[in-house]
Nanobody, 120 residues
C-alpha cells in the first residue's frame, strides 16, 4: 500500500504564499511521479503540477505557470508545491497523487487533501 499525506494548507490573503508538502510512504516503488491536483467547490478536480523522479522535469497547468513551483526531496520522499502570488480563484482542496508517468491524468494513489483558502 501507498500512503500520501498532504500538509501546509491554510488561509492566506491574495498575493501571499503557501508551501504544501506531500509525504509518500509505503510501497511507492522506484522513480515514482507525484502530481498535485485541486478541487474547488462545485467544480471538477483539475491538474496543477507534476514532478518527475529526477526533479528536473516538471509539468504545470497554464493557470499556475510562473506562480507555482513543484520540487522534491527524494531522500525524504517528499514533494513540495510552492505557491506564490495566490489569487482567490486558487481556493480549493489540494491533493497530491502518485503515479508512474509524468502526465496530467492516470495517477494511482491519492492523499486526503489539504484546504487552501485565499481571501481577497
Amino acid at each position: 500500500q501507498v500512503q500520501l499525506q498532504e500538509s501546509g494548507g491554510g488561509l492566506v490573503q491574495a498575493g501571499g504564499s503557501l508551501r504544501l508538502s506531500c509525504a509518500a510512504s509505503g510501497r511507492t516503488g522506484s522513480r515514482y511521479v507525484i502530481g498535485w491536483f485541486r478541487q474547488a467547490p462545485g467544480k471538477e478536480r483539475e491538474f496543477v503540477a507534476a514532478n518527475g523522479w529526477s526533479g528536473a522535469t516538471r509539468l504545470y497547468a497554464d493557470s499556475v505557470k510562473g506562480r507555482f513551483t513543484i520540487s522534491r526531496d527524494n531522500a525524504k520522499n517528499t514533494v513540495y508545491l510552492q505557491m506564490n502570488s495566490l489569487k482567490p480563484e486558487d481556493t480549493a482542496v489540494y491533493y497530491c497523487a502518485l503515479g508512474s508517468r509524468l502526465t496530467m491524468t492516470g495517477y494511482d494513489y491519492w492523499g486526503q487533501g489539504t484546504q487552501v483558502t485565499v481571501s481577497s
